[in-house]
């Protein structure tokens, strides 16, 4: 503070006595003079300034302690890292460190385990989620296997030297509504992104509106734009088999497929596209554009789901969320399911969903009736069988069993 103090009462006496001095060269020399003479003042003080802040700077850099030659700077403890600057000991990105290991070609006499290549790989819990989430579709977790064995020797054969042309992983995906398809290609992204075949392993879902256009010069925009989306992952297409009109000769759909025919072909390592929709509409849509077909590797058929299954996916579900079915509950739940699985528009799995969804309604109302009563933890998670049989669909269905009673009874 003290030599604060000093340097601006120094600036002043300075600035007093150079205004003393003009004052006076003004008074008593002629004006000639006191142009001559304030020019010279004003180059020594320039020249002053400049020679005093140059000494000061090169004082600043020898007084400054060196650092050796490559040598970071160092930063202060807790200090945040700069923008571009890695955290030391931070975990890389799962692409990146795939992108920067390098594959050593092992000796021929060397020898691997193909568990400890899927310990490398961390296919586990792929697997594992398929079996949570799921429930049956057996057939097709077994095809979901056998496609991870042939990647997975694929890529144990490249440590070896043994290189192959990539396989195509394009797929076809066929079975009614609620059955897993969706979700067996989010897993099946995973599963292709963790092996290295797959940059991103993101899932893009698309359907008719996603890629056909509605007049002309529509089309190819839309469907090139859904595929840079999904440019790295998964091109999940649902219905996929109103992408072709046969009867509208103003369809644009034909066009979409063109395109999607030539990406499948040239940009395979860098997409896999997966075609979805019921068995007989897909068969129909293959016949028509046999491209189309020559371009899937492997069609996998979701069967429905039968009653035991059905059922214990809705516990699943409930589980998920803290509720139990009471034993009549899950007698009066068996009930509904066989007569919801004969009518129309079933949708498997999200029909047990959107039931129980009404029946969580159900029951949260008939609680709610008679606020004043007592609920332990256990009666707000039991479902019991009033909230499934107050369903309309039983009332429905008692007419019509009435019905068909009526007409077993033979004629009198």
């Not at 890292?81 to 990146?96: F, L, Y």
């Not at 193909?114 to 989430?133: C, G, K, P």
């Not at 290609?185 to 075949?197: E, S, T, V």
Request: charged share 25%; glycine share 6%.
């Amino acid at each position: 503070m003290y030599g604060l103090k000093l340097k601006y009462a120094k600036s002043s006496l300075l600035i007093v006595a150079s205004l003393i001095a003009i004052i006076l060269a003004f008074s008593y020399l002629p004006h000639a003079l006191l142009a001559i003479v304030g020019g010279l003042v004003f180059i020594l003080g320039v020249s002053y300034a400049l020679g005093h802040n140059a000494w000061k700077q090169t004082k600043d850099i020898g007084s400054r302690p060196q650092r050796a030659a490559g040598a970071r700077p160092q930063r202060a403890a807790g200090a945040r890292p700069q923008r571009g600057e890695r955290k030391s000991g931070g975990r890389k990105p799962r692409a990146e460190a795939r992108a920067s290991r390098k594959v050593e070609i092992l000796h021929p006499e060397e020898t691997v385990t193909l568990s400890a290549e899927r310990e490398a790989a961390e296919i586990e819990d792929v697997f594992s989620s398929l079996d949570n989430q799921l429930v049956g579709l057996v057939p097709v977790k077994k095809k979901v296997e056998e496609i991870a064995s042939l990647l997975l020797v694929d890529r144990v054969r490249h440590r070896f030297g043994l290189d192959a042309p990539r396989p195509n992983l394009h797929m076809c995906f066929t079975g009614d509504p609620g059955t897993g398809k969706t979700t067996v290609a989010l897993q099946m992204a995973d599963l292709l992104f963790r092996l290295g075949y797959l940059e991103k392993g993101h899932l893009v879902h698309a359907m008719r509106d996603d890629l056909v256009g509605e007049f002309i010069g529509h089309t190819a925009p839309k469907t090139k734009r859904t595929l840079e989306r999904a440019m790295g992952g998964v091109l999940f297409i649902d219905e996929a088999y109103y992408l072709y009109r046969a009867g509208d000769s103003k369809d644009y759909g034909q066009e979409c497929i063109d395109i999607l025919l030539q990406v499948m072909e040239n940009d395979r390592d860098k997409l896999v596209v997966i075609l979805a929709g019921y068995k007989d509409r897909m068969d129909v849509f293959f016949e028509s554009n046999p491209g189309m077909s020559s371009r899937i590797a492997h069609h996998l058929d979701f069967a429905p789901y039968k009653l035991d299954e059905l059922v214990a996916i809705g516990r699943a579900m409930l589980d998920r969320s803290a509720y139990y079915l009471s034993a009549d509950a899950e007698m009066a739940f068996r009930d509904y399911l066989t007569l919801r699985m004969g009518q129309p528009r079933f949708a498997n799995a999200r029909s047990v969903r959107n039931e129980l969804e009404r029946t969580r309604l159900r029951h949260a109302f008939r609680l709610a009736a008679e606020p004043e009563l007592s609920r332990s933890k256990d009666d707000l998670m039991r479902l019991e069988a009033a909230d499934i049989l107050a369903s309309p669909l039983f009332a429905l269905a008692e007419p019509v069993s009435a019905i068909e009673e009526s007409a077993r009874r033979p004629p009198r």
